[in-house]
């Protein structure tokens, strides 16, 4: 209920009755100034027009039995927008996402490093196909002469073509088949790359979530809750489940 009090001057008028006149009844009237009190009570509820419940932070991908609250604005402290109003002992999540970051860096390096290996032997193979060509074309040249050399260094060239043609064929499928090969491994360690990039984004926002900024100017008011066995208003130190 709420008391509303107005003070206001009014004129008080306090009758006296008179005795009666002889010839004619008559009343008597004094009047004095005082100060009128007027009260009027209303019955009802108040209600904020605009309020922002802070919960306990949610974490992402994260398992979390409790937190603990390192730092609480007391009830009744008029706060301005993106004043801190909670802490939560940030520890965990911290530890959590150096540990994220460190495998992510570390798969980073894997990739890149496979890559380079991959090159190396890209630029290996891309001679040996290029000097196996080169055996090709000599050997075609040698074959060329059969007609003017003896039947023995005939039937060598034609050997030495065969066995070049040969060698560039073998070379060109497990060409293909070491690319294919090398293009899986590495992707293979870009998802997983991929994946531990995320997972450390993940952990760096549950890092930032351990601090609970005001969106918005107003009064800090404590909701009465269950805690460990007790109803009551949460403080400093006390153990918190997310939500």
Known sequence: ???????????????????RATTRDESTAKVERKNFAQVLRLNGTTQASRSFLVLAPKLEGAQVGSMVITKLVPAGTHVKKDT???EFDPQAQTKDYLDKKST????????????????IARAKDDTAMKQAEDELKRAQLELQKNEIVSRIDAEKNQEALDEAQATLKQLKQTYELKRAASASTIRIQEIQRDRALEAMRYAQGNAAKMVVHSPMEGVVVYNTIWLGGRMGTVQQG??????
Not at 1 to 19: C, E, M, S, W
Not at 105 to 116: I, P, S, T
Not at 238 to 243: E, H, N
């Open 84 to 86: 801190i109003l909670v």
């Open 1 to 19: 209920a709420f008391l509303l009090l107005v003070t206001i001057p009014y004129l008080f008028a306090h009758f006296r009755q008179g005795q």
């Open 104 to 119: 992510y860096e570390n798969l980073v390096g894997q990739v890149a490093q496979k890559q380079a290996e991959e090159d």
């Open 238 to 243: 006390d153990q918190v489940r997310p939500g």
